[in-house]
């Protein structure tokens, strides 16, 4: 991996995209709702798709009103928050296993919890975390 990336050598998005680009290739970047079926099986199903070769990995954190997603992200979504998931609960998982992981996460949330918190808040608390 190249020098400057974010945490002990891992690239960050940009530069894996830049990476990519060079090589001629496209990127794998699956996605996961957190908390489905609960966060102990999401913290395993990042390290499994880590190891497949995932570029980049989109986690998804559910909310309670989530008009702009299809209909299987809003069962995900609805079965995680049954679940008790939280944004809170979704970046402490992520604390834990991000550091186990050799490609960047990136999350994927609604602007309200982000909002709610304060941008520079939340931003600060993600970066922490190791999340892009």
Do not use: W
Not at 58 to 69: H, I, K, N, R, T
Not at 87 to 100: A, F, H, Q, R
């Amino acid at each position: 991996m190249a020098n400057g990336g974010a945490a002990a050598g891992k690239l960050t998005v940009a530069e894996t995209f830049s990476n990519l680009r060079e090589q001629g290739k496209s990127a794998f970047i699956p996605f996961i709702t957190a908390g489905d079926p609960d966060l102990v099986t999401t913290s395993k199903a990042l390290k499994i798709l880590n190891s497949c070769g995932s570029d980049v990995i989109e986690v998804g954190v559910p909310y309670s009103d989530p008009l702009a997603d299809g209909p299987v992200i809003q069962a995900s979504a609805t079965r995680a928050l049954k679940k008790g998931t939280t944004l809170d609960s979704v970046i402490e998982m992520l604390k834990g296993v991000t550091p186990e992981l050799s490609c960047p996460i990136v999350l994927f949330t609604y602007y309200n919890p982000i909002l709610k918190r304060g941008v520079g808040n939340f931003m600060s608390t993600i970066k922490q975390a190791g999340i892009h």
